[in-house]
């Protein structure tokens, strides 16, 4: 039996002012994996994630967490209960020492994990009496994700999470993330517009661009059905217009015509060869072009 | 480390783990009864997807390259290593070096060869030939 996903997210607007954030985004994560959501700083990404935890009421649409809708009267206290949220800034309590922070936050939360923050504490080496507002980036954010695990939350929610911390640093919160989706049924929804990391550890994906949700689906799946189909001729490449489906873009430079099929190269090649080339390649498209694709196709 | 998949590449990470286990096994440095490290410790010290692992693990067995065995690990099967991987490929070595021997007669560079190995791989040439 397919479990309901852990966030359901259909046709959501968010409008500030005149100004739309979000114009009809699409979400399905299920449970346990780890879901990367893929953007261009200023894509819509935050606005999202704040429906989602309650912060801020859909102007249309609906988002649905654990399948409580997230804007009804309580839900978003049940949601933000069972969730560990780390936000962009790694919003904390300047004054309070690390200690200080991690006695003060454990009484919250019923199910606090002692043995995590034990452990986390030691391999994020998190210096107990330093204010809070004297540590690092990095470390700051590790402190962020100490408090979002140890709370026993059956998702974790990260906004941009690796953001301006140095590789080192990056390469831990990942793991770490690695460490816990699926254990637990835990699942991992993660905000990024690095490509790289997104594709390292996610398995499934969303790529969102101007509100919308551009293109959805798991990775794998993905990198198997996008293809470069590269035409050489022994002229200027002719105007290229394919009647198949999944035909993502075509450019031509000079006497190359580069076609980004979406799904897969087959549809697309007898209409190639019929135009003549003297040569085809096939190759695989990396998440990177893919996304730059996605995102540029619209304008 | 015997493995180390690149997720930049744009192929699927679990592909490239399921070649770099049957090229381990291959050469030998994977011997039948081996056992492969576990799904969590691979993913977290690839920094990987458990799921990834897990699909890899999973498209091994049904290959015979592998055996789960439940609760214990995953295993080099004794076949999977003899029989299929290893002897059929180094039985067709011969065949792709006089292939290459033959192409560099006709004085194709290397990246050429290569290219042409890829595009016959990709399928192109064969889509052709079901077309005429």
Known sequence: ?299 | MLFRPNPSLGVPIYLQLMEQVKHAVETGALRPGDQLPGIRPLAEELVINPNTVAKAYRELEHDGVIELRHGAGAFVTAHGARGKAADTVRAAQPVVAAAVERLRARGLTDEEIRRLFEAELAGLTRTGGQRG
């Open chain 1, 1 to 299: 039996m397919a479990d309901a996903p852990v966030i359901d997210v259909a046709g959501l607007q968010k409008r500030y002012g005149s100004i739309d954030a979000v114009r009809g985004l699409d979400l399905q994560v299920p449970r346990g994996s780890i879901f990367g959501f893929l953007g261009r700083n200023g894509a819509g990404k935050t606005t999202t994630i704040k429906v989602l935890l309650g912060m801020t009421r859909p102007s249309g649409g609906a988002a649905r967490v654990f399948g409580l809708a997230a804007d009804a009267p309580g839900a978003s206290v049940e949601i933000r209960r069972r969730t560990g949220f780390v936000s962009e800034d790694k919003e904390l309590y300047d004054f309070m020492t690390v200690a200080e922070i991690v006695r003060f936050t454990a009484p919250f939360f019923p199910r606090w994990r002692r043995d995590l923050e034990e452990r986390y504490m030691r391999s994020f080496e998190l210096p107990p009496d330093a204010k809070v507002k004297t540590l690092s980036r990095g470390t700051r954010t590790k402190l962020a994700l100490l408090l979002a695990l140890c709370r026993g939350a059956e998702l974790l929610v990260l906004d941009e999470p690796t953001a301006g911390l140095d590789p080192a640093a990056a390469e831990d919160v990942l793991q770490t993330l690695v460490v816990h989706a699926g254990r637990d049924e835990t699942t991992v929804f993660f905000s990024s517009h690095q490509i790289a990391e997104v594709e390292q550890i996610a398995d499934r994906i969303a790529i969102v661009d101007r509100g919308r949700t551009a293109l959805a689906g798991a990775l794998d799946d993905l990198r198997e059905s996008f293809r470069r189909v590269q035409l050489v001729f022994d002229r200027e490449a002719p105007q290229a217009s394919f009647r198949a489906a999944g035909v993502a873009r075509v450019r031509r430079q000079g006497r190359v015509l580069t076609v980004i099929a979406s799904g897969g190269a087959e549809p697309i090649l007898d209409e190639a060869r019929a135009l003549g080339p003297v040569s085809v390649d096939v190759g695989p498209v990396t998440l990177k072009e893919i996304f730059l694709e996605t995102v540029a196709s619209e304008e």
